[in-house]
């Protein structure tokens, strides 16, 4: 198993640093507001509501995320990255490893002191030919055991990648 496990909340800095300030700009401008004329209590609050609805929905997409790298079974056709979306709906999507065929690791700079990177596979996958895994710690370290693997795995299968038209 290289990896079992949620992506890091830190993905969602962004939305919530966003809804933070809209929340300021709520208040300011209720305060502004109703210094001028009447504005009833309930407009502020839905707005609210709405804004942390909007943060609640990105953080429980994140957190009901499962993404799993298992190779516990090299040599067995349950080589294979699966990831498990969804709150209310659920998708499922595998890929195989063999099909990996190139491994990126993205650090933005806000990512980096916290250890988080995305994870960008490559793949011979007419479907999916970008897997891209947000929010991983120590992606590096991923991105080397994934291609690691991926390699070991066509070895022990006995495929070979063969490009065709642009190289």
């Known amino acids: 198993m290289i990896f079992s496990g949620t992506p890091s909340q830190i993905v969602n800095l962004a939305t919530f640093i966003k809804s933070l300030a809209a929340v300021v700009i709520v208040i300011v401008g209720y305060q502004y507001a109703i210094a001028r004329v009447a504005v009833p209590w309930y407009v502020p609050a839905a707005l609210l509501l709405l804004i942390a609805g909007g943060a609640a929905i990105e953080y429980l997409k994140t957190a ?19 990831c498990r979306q969804g709150i209310l709906n659920k998708r499922v999507e595998s890929l195989e490893l063999f099909r990996v065929q190139d491994v990126t690791s993205l650090h933005p700079w806000w990512q980096r002191p916290f250890g988080i990177g995305t994870v960008i596979a490559l793949t011979s996958d007419s479907n999916n030919p ?27 299968k006995g495929i070979r990648e063969v490009n065709m038209g642009r190289v």
């Open 130 to 156: 970008h897997w891209r895994l947000p929010g991983m710690r120590n992606a590096e370290q991923l991105r080397q055991d994934l291609n690691i693997a991926a390699i070991a795995l066509r070895d022990a």
């Open 64 to 82: 009901f995320t499962h993404i799993t790298i298992d190779t516990a079974h090299i040599t067995i056709d349950t080589a294979r990255i699966t």
